[in-house]
């Protein structure tokens, strides 16, 4: 039972809530000096995928706009961050807000646009903008051309960063305060404002809503997430180049809010961390125990070896239409029923 | 050189026009912008390669048998996997074809790797006719003729058969097809196998110019879809003009301009036509009621 206006935005409401809070910031702390290191880039790659999927959220489950051109935003903050440190020599942290500010500003743009499109339109509309912004880094001389980009070194005031170790503890801060943010953010009059758009845009406008302001506003907000996400992207893997934000990427990006569940925080904080899992564990199918030798001899047999990774794409794309069918809230409503069924058990 | 570029513009324009017709045929349909178009026709292009290379039929043979699996493969993915969604929005719907485009990516790309063919098509490319200015290929002339001819049959069929008659009944108002006793579910069907044809006919037709691998379709595709947002998701004859001036402008743009940044120039005209007119040139802008 809420009383008032401060209850309702306050960031968490119980003690129980609290309790689980402080045991995952303990976890989160532990994990890297306990698990093997493989595990810890894993978390990496997780946490990335987490602020780009709670950033795409916030454009998609959120304010009801559609993006495919996600990884544009990904490679600008990716390559904003290099160039910035190659060029200007700005220390990292600058560099890479500085780069997911420009983000920021493409999305604004980007924005323009959504006022007037929706549907197929917006989808073709932003679509284009991604294929445009890896076309353009591809060919250009500035942004190392199709042979890519080295990372400078990751100095952060003057500690040298260059483990997966240390990495952990730089991304996975910054992912768990970008989440809060995300998460407060919705709680606030512009995540009203933004849910208002979802659900009606017409009628919010006739509430007083300024669409253009929150239609823009929520672009720019998932464009600078994106940024963000992608510059810490570039030091994990420390070598970028055009081909890796691909067409194929924004839907990728895509298929992890859909799996986590659209217009959910958490949903997209379980569907980064599981679709990040499964996508680098099918990268080396042929690996698995049992599977793996089945499926080499069908691919011997039936198919290509080589192609064999393929196998991702498939499994990806039997999952979005499944959830889409099936479950369209995602993991979050699976986890919401099984909150349930728990809580009234025996009826 | 402005005529040459006319002249090859309006021949790559034509394969977009093909694209842009098959999106447009779903979209009016089911209201569904089809993402899964383009793999739809690499996935046939690949049986017809499988068809005349490996198995080693006549051209005709393939040609027809891989336009008819392209009709299943529609029939198959409608079937499936759209009608089961239940009153779906249009982000899902979206969703679903992009969920088809990956499987059959995935699926084409663990067959047939990444590696790179050729698709022997009886018409040669490098065989040339002199036409005033202007230098055509057999294969340019062969994919105008096609595409003319394609054109010409779907606009009789919708304008003199019964079924095409029932088809845009069920376009208008499927509510009201329905109970005059259309089948709409089944016309739904025939909808995806003649788009799935016609992009096909797309795929084939583009294999001998581009070299045929997984990712043959992904470009032409895009543009294929700019056209049609281009001329108007919902007029026919609109897609297919959007398909030329796109080639056109596109060709145009590379002979003059950069080289380089041909493929930006067709999302750079769609953003800007669409801030001004919203729904594409030829087509008629309904504003939406709360």
Known sequence: MKRDYYEDIQLLDSKVLWFWFLMLIAALIVFPFLAPNYYVYMANYMAIHVIVTVGLNILVGYTGQISLGHAGFFAIGAYGSVILMNVLHLPFLLAILLAAFISAFFGFILGLPALRLEGPYLAIATLGFGMAITQVIGRWQVFGGRMGLETPSLKIFSYVLNSDRQLYFLIVTIAFFMVLAARNLMKTRVGRAFIAIRDSDIAAETMGVNLTFYKTLAFAVSAFYAGIAGGLMAFLLGFINPSTFNFILSIYFLAFVIVGGLGSIFGSIMGGVVMTWLMLTLDKVQELPYLGSILIMFSERWMNITGLPNIASIIFGLIIILLVVFEPLGLYGFWIRTKIYWKTWPF | ?290
């Open chain 2, 1 to 290: 050189m402005f005529f040459q570029l006319l002249v090859s513009g309006f021949s790559f324009g034509s394969l977009y026009a093909l694209v842009a017709l098959a999106m447009v045929i779903i979209y009016k349909t089911s209201e569904v912008p089809n993402f899964g178009q383009g793999e739809m026709a690499m996935l046939s292009t690949f049986v017809a390669y499988t068809l005349l290379v490996t198995h080693n039929n006549s051209f005709v043979l393939s040609f027809v048998g891989s336009l008819f699996f392209a009709a299943i493969l529609g029939v198959f993915l409608e079937f499936v996997f759209l009608r089961r969604a239940k009153d779906p929005n249009i982000l899902s719907l979206i969703l679903i074809t992009l969920g088809f485009q990956m499987i059959l990516y995935g699926l084409a790309s663990w067959k047939w790797g990444a590696e790179q063919r050729d698709l022997p098509f009886p018409v040669s490319d490098f065989d040339v006719i002199n036409l005033g200015p202007a230098v055509l290929s057999y294969l340019n002339i062969a994919t105008l003729l096609i595409t003319l001819v394609l054109m010409l049959i779907l606009f009789l069929f919708f304008k003199y058969t019964k079924v095409g008659i029932a088809m845009k009944a069920t376009q208008q108002n499927a509510m009201a097809a329905r109970i005059n006793g259309i089948r709409t579910n089944r016309i739904l069907s025939i909808t995806w196998a003649m788009s799935s044809v016609i992009g096909a006919v797309a795929g084939i037709l583009l294999a001998p110019i581009a070299t045929l691998d997984p990712n043959l379709m992904l470009e032409p595709l895009l543009k294929g879809f700019s056209a049609a947002v281009l001329g108007g998701m919902t007029t026919l004859v609109g897609a297919a003009l959007g398909g030329y001036i796109l080639g056109i402008i596109e060709n145009l743009f590379g002979g003059y301009v950069s080289l380089e940044f041909k493929s930006i120039v067709a999302f750079g005209i769609i953003v800007l036509v669409l801030c001004f007119k919203p729904s594409g040139l030829f087509a008629k802008h309904y504003v939406r009621k709360v």
